[in-house]
């Protein structure tokens, strides 16, 4: 299937495949994108347009992201208070699960 340039609308070469248009022989470019619905759309450019593409891209200052960054994780290791809490809770466990007889299990 041939491909339109989204810039000059120029028509692609024919060829049998999208791989063969995208070599060297021809040299067309595409770059995927999401549209205003979020769906992804492919645009396709001619060798020319592609290297204009590729200057304004260049020029343009860099894009801010749209999304804010997460804030840092915090710390997995408990403060020295919380350690002490929690393994006071362990000994106690421990120790109300030894104190109590055991009982043999029927087969």
């Known amino acids: 299937m041939r491909k339109h340039c989204v810039d000059c609308e120029a028509l692609s070469p024919a060829t049998t495949t999208d791989y063969t248009l995208i070599g060297s022989r021809h040299a067309w470019r595409v770059t995927r994108t999401r549209s205003e619905a979020g769906e992804t759309a492919f645009e396709w450019r001619c060798p020319a347009c592609w290297q204009r593409y590729k200057d304004r891209k260049a020029e343009a200052p ?41 009982t043999k299990r029927p087969r």
Request: hydrophobic share 35%; aromatic share 2%; proline share 20%.
């Open 62 to 102: 860099a894009a801010t992201p749209s999304v804010a960054p997460r804030p840092p994780p915090k710390p997995s290791t408990p403060s020295g208070e919380q350690a002490a809490v929690m393994a006071g809770k362990l000994f106690d466990k421990a120790r109300d699960a030894l104190s109590k007889p055991r």
